[in-house]
Structure formats: structure tokens, C-alpha cells
């Protein structure tokens, strides 16, 4: 059985196995690594606004939603050869899924991040709004002789786009929730004594 993934004829799973196992080493030591830690948060504080110019959509949608549609097309492969082209096309429903749940999740790890910096909100609208587009052109494709890839689609889908913006919401939605004082909280002033009762 071969299995080819390609975007105009390069082939990606050299790129993306390394790439998750990478990040995959790389998160054990950021969360083992308290210095490292401490001097990430620092950088990223100071050149925040740097990050969110356009780095989101390329890290979310081109490299994490790439290499993890690159494994999942070989998983599939493997396990589902019926998915795979030329005896079907079922693989695009699997990248329509991943793509999906990146571009949720990704979007959510923004939200936290700009508020873990206190950004202003205008920075979480240029986000989404970013991630919208790129999530609205973005398309999966699967060619005459079997390769598969990402593509820029001919028109925009806007159930693609409305994905960041949906997990842009619940994350509002939950934040504020969460900030939010019970409603039968009694209040400081109530349980403070009175100047005359002393």
C-alpha cells in the first residue's frame, strides 16, 4: 500500500512526524523546566503584540493542523485503506475534523494567551479575525494520482470561518462566568463590623 501526502509534490511526512515529536519533547521540558518557563513568559510579555500579528493561523492551521492531518492520513491508511484514495475519498472528512478541532482549540489557547499578557481586546478581535480567514480558505484536497494536501479553495466557506469565532465566544462565555461573583455571595461591607458595634 502506498501512501503519498504532498502539497505540489513535496512530501510531508518527513516534516511532520519530527515536527510533532519535537513539540512533544519540547512541552515536557517547558513544563519541567521552571527557568525556561519564567524566561518565556518573560519574552513573550514583552513582544506579545509581535506574536499575534500573523503568527496564530500559521502555527495552528499550516503546521499543528498539517503534521496531525499527515498522521492521521497515515493512521487511516493503515487501519481504513477503504478511506483512502482511489478507493474513496473518506479522508477529507477526517481532515475536515481535525481542522475543526484545531482551529477550536487553537483559537481558545489565543484567547488565554492574550489574556495572560493583558492585551487589549483589540488584539482578540484581530486574532479571530484572522484565524476566520484563513480557516474560510483553507480547504483539504485529494488529486488524480492520490496526493493530498492543503489548498487555498476557490471560494469562502463560512461554517470553516465560524470555528475560532465559536470557540472565541464559549471562551468569553466561560471567562466571564468564571470572574463573574455567585450571585448569593454575601458582600465585604456585610461582613466587615460596624464602627459603632466596637
Known amino acids: ?102 482551529g477550536f482549540f487553537g483559537m481558545w489557547l489565543c484567547a488565554r494567551a492574550i489574556d495572560g499578557v493583558q492585551l487589549p481586546r483589540l488584539w482578540f478581535l484581530w486574532t479571530v479575525s484572522i484565524m476566520g480567514i484563513v480557516a474560510g480558505y483553507r480547504e483539504a484536497r485529494i488529486d488524480a494520482l492520490g496526493e493530498m494536501g492543503p489548498k487555498i479553495a476557490d471560494s469562502f466557506d463560512w461554517f470553516d470561518a465560524s470555528i475560532p469565532f465559536l470557540a472565541a465566544g464559549v471562551y468569553l462565555a466561560v471567562v466571564r462566568r468564571a470572574k463573574s461573583p455567585p450571585a448569593n455571595s454575601p458582600s465585604p461591607a456585610a461582613d466587615s463590623p460596624s464602627p459603632s458595634s466596637s
Open 1 to 102: 500500500m502506498n501512501i503519498h501526502v504532498s502539497v505540489n509534490g513535496y512530501s510531508l511526512w518527513i516534516v511532520a512526524v519530527p515536527f510533532l515529536i519535537y513539540l512533544a519533547i519540547g512541552a515536557a521540558v517547558f513544563a519541567t523546566n521552571r527557568p525556561l518557563r519564567q524566561w518565556w513568559k518573560l519574552a513573550f510579555h514583552r513582544f506579545a503584540p509581535v506574536y499575534f500579528l500573523g503568527l496564530p493561523p500559521i502555527l495552528f492551521y499550516f503546521f499543528i493542523c498539517g503534521s496531525v492531518s499527515v498522521l492521521a492520513a497515515l493512521v487511516c491508511g493503515l487501519a481504513f485503506p477503504g478511506l483512502m484514495p482511489p478507493r474513496g475519498n473518506g479522508i477529507l472528512h477526517v481532515y475536515k475534523a481535525v481542522e475543526w478541532i484545531v
